[in-house]
């Protein structure tokens, strides 16, 4: 992360394990989950369909590919679904699982460093690469 665009957004102790605490960092509203591995995801609370705030739902799982007749449960506490339409996305890439479609969550890069939660708030190519 450069750190130009990095701001603190609270200590990690505050946050709760594996759910989301809504923040605002500048105007954005942003979704934050602290794992129990130590790691950090941040999400705009801002559904790329209609603009729902996506960060209000639990995180959850979804259904797997699987051959006709089967049903498989996967990606449990990784992926969050739109309250108002159902879309799902995965907060690590902010991608639709199992879908080609170019709508995607923002993902921010985030951290705890020095017991603080630090997110990079910089700018993000099309691609979802950062610059």
Not at 72 to 96: A, L, M, Y
Request: aromatic letters at 6%.
């Amino acid at each position: 992360m450069t750190d130009t665009k990095v701001v603190k957004i609270g200590k990690a102790e505050e946050f709760p394990l594996e759910e989301f605490r809504i923040v605002t960092a500048g105007t954005r509203s942003i979704g934050v989950v602290r794992r129990a591995d130590g790691t950090v995801d941040a999400i705009r609370n801002w559904c790329p369909h209609k603009g729902a705030e996506v960060c209000k739902s639990k995180l959850s799982g979804t259904m797997l590919p699987g051959a006709p007749g089967t049903l498989t449960w996967g990606h449990e506490g990784q992926i969050v679904r739109c309250p108002w339409h159902g879309f799902e996305f995965d907060i690590k890439s902010g991608k639709r699982p199992y879908s080609d479609s170019r709508m995607r969550l923002r993902v921010y890069p985030a951290r705890i460093e020095n017991g603080e939660i630090l997110v990079d708030l910089g700018p993000q190519t099309s691609s979802g690469a950062r610059t």
